[in-house]
């Protein structure tokens, strides 16, 4: 070698080193990465200037900063897009050095989409590892992630349904809005707990601000802004560690087997049939021009807290066998979520299906695959007895449709429902007759109903509910004991133009 030659270092042939500033100033970037920042011959592109290490190292040397594509970008993922653009097109040149705020390994999502864009072009990548915000909130807040399970969360993507399950730090916390969102999430599904609100840490400005959730000021909210909760588990893993310890610690509950809850889910499954029943034929449809009606919030309320009954049912088994080391919870839903996949590969695969009737014709057809039926079995083997009568017969009747039993337009069931009726008139002497043919009537209404896109549970169940409310306006206007049937007759009428 030429002693007068040049010495390189080795990170000075690379065509693009990534590295991280840490969470302050440039006292606590290590000495090995402030060399590179200081190689002239490198270009320093740095995510934001919106940091204390950031501006600093501005004042020593020349730096591009990328909050330009902040502005322009309609998205985040836009931005990061066209930072990673930015940044290898660089590398094809000179060598860069592109630095974030942290760790280029922790929530920094151009830092992935920068090596897989490289690798495309050959260009060739260093990472430097670097203190993160996360080294920072632990040491201010004095917990170990390891000690139940710090579970670490992007404001700008969010898990829906969010399931806190214990310590959490939501991290990315830069707008009022968001910040005061979170917050307000927090009240209504952890009862308003305490949090700390993690402003600027590592920097000598650096905050820790405790406070109750529903008082947290959304002005704290900035670039390097995060917030720890350490609540109990809500929502539904909060619903399956109360389940548990209901089993391990309540006589009624510890009495409890699959077949003793049997009667518990069918009421259960009845009260949510009938607060079902008083929401609007159409709500919760999505259908290209389905316009969505007012929410009656009331109705909604009950339906919400009926479901959660029924939900308990399902715990209440899951827990059940999970003591005998069958299933839990975890395994139920799983074995939902691929039956899910495969029978919709319209949607997951490419399988075509654009309507709603595709999509059950489809639906129905795996299903005969996932579970033949054996050669001399019957279309209607399956239909559980125990099921309401008319929506066993519905049932039953699409079984019979999927061959081809079946009218393909409404008059003609109507007609048969007409048909139906003059027979039972017909046979109104003959008791053992009527009953038949009132059977025969009954289902042919619940064809029709089927035919008409409802259900039959829920139509009788809002006639019930229309003749209940018109009986008792009936009875507010006074005794109904005495009168004649024309008067009773007539409150009727009176009724009917009210409700």
Known sequence: MDDGAEATSPASLLSLVVMGLGPGGLDRVPPSVMGILSEPSHRVIMRTMDHPAARELASLRPVTGCDDLYLEGEDFESVYRAIASRVVEAARSQPVAYVTPGSPLVGERAVGMIRSLAAREGVEVKVYPAESFLDAALEVLGIDPLDGGLAVLNAHRLPSPLLLRGPTLVAALDTAAGLADFCAHLTRVAADPEVAVLVDLGGPEQRVVRSRAARVDPTLAGPRTSLYVDAAPTGL?????????????????????????????????????????????????????????????????????????????????????????????????????????????????????????QVKANWEQIKQREKPRPEDASLLDGVPRSMPALSRAAKIQRRAAQVGFDWSEVPPVVDKVAEELEELRASLSDRESAEAELGDLLFATVNLTRHLALDPETALRRAIARFGDRFRTMEAEGPLEGLTVDQLEERWERAKLNL
């Not at 087997?257 to 929401?279: D, F, G, R």
Request: proline share 4%; charged share 30%; aromatic share 6%.
């Open 237 to 357: 893993a909060g619903a399956v560690a109360v389940m548990d310890r209901l089993r391990a610690e309540c006589p009624w509950d510890r009495r409890q087997t699959h077949h003793s809850l049997v009667k518990n889910l069918l009421e259960e499954t009845y009260e949510l049939t009938e607060v079902l029943a008083a929401l609007p034929l159409d709500a919760g449809r999505q259908d290209a021009g389905a316009s969505e009606p007012e929410p009656d919030w009331m109705a909604f309320e009950e339906v919400c807290e009926e479901l959660g009954d029924v939900l308990l049912q399902v715990l209440f088994h899951a827990s059940i066998a999970r003591e005998s080391q069958i299933f839990d919870i975890e395994d139920v839903a799983e074995v939902l979520r691929q039956k899910l996949v495969r029978r919709h590969p319209h949607v997951f695969s490419d399988v075509a299906a654009d309507t709603a009737e």
